[in-house]
């Protein structure tokens, strides 16, 4: 049916954004716009990283309230 078929095409689209999302060379981080809240990050946004970032410091360049 046309239902299964849209279920299908969008089971295969978000498959493809998460492989993108994950493996992406970027950091992304997905963040609440009410909030400002984090609440998604790809692997290379959350690895050590050289100066650490610090919660505050995103808001305060404007990702949050």
Request: net charge positive; charged share 35%; aromatic share 4%.
């Given at each position: 049916?046309?239902?299964?078929q849209?279920?299908?095409?969008?089971?295969?689209?978000?498959?493809?954004?998460?492989t993108?999302f994950?493996?992406?060379?970027?950091?992304?981080?997905?963040?609440?716009?009410?909030?400002?809240?984090?609440?998604?990050?790809?692997?290379?946004?959350?690895?050590?990283?050289?100066?650490?970032?610090?919660?505050?410091?995103l808001?305060?360049?404007?990702?949050?309230p």
């Amino acid at each position: 049916t046309q239902r299964k078929q849209a279920e299908a095409a969008l089971r295969e689209s978000e498959s493809r954004f998460r492989t993108l999302f994950n493996s992406a060379a970027a950091a992304i981080m997905v963040h609440d716009k009410d909030t400002g809240e984090i609440v998604e990050a790809n692997r290379r946004a959350i690895e050590p990283r050289k100066r650490p970032c610090r919660p505050e410091r995103l808001t305060r360049r404007g990702f949050g309230p």
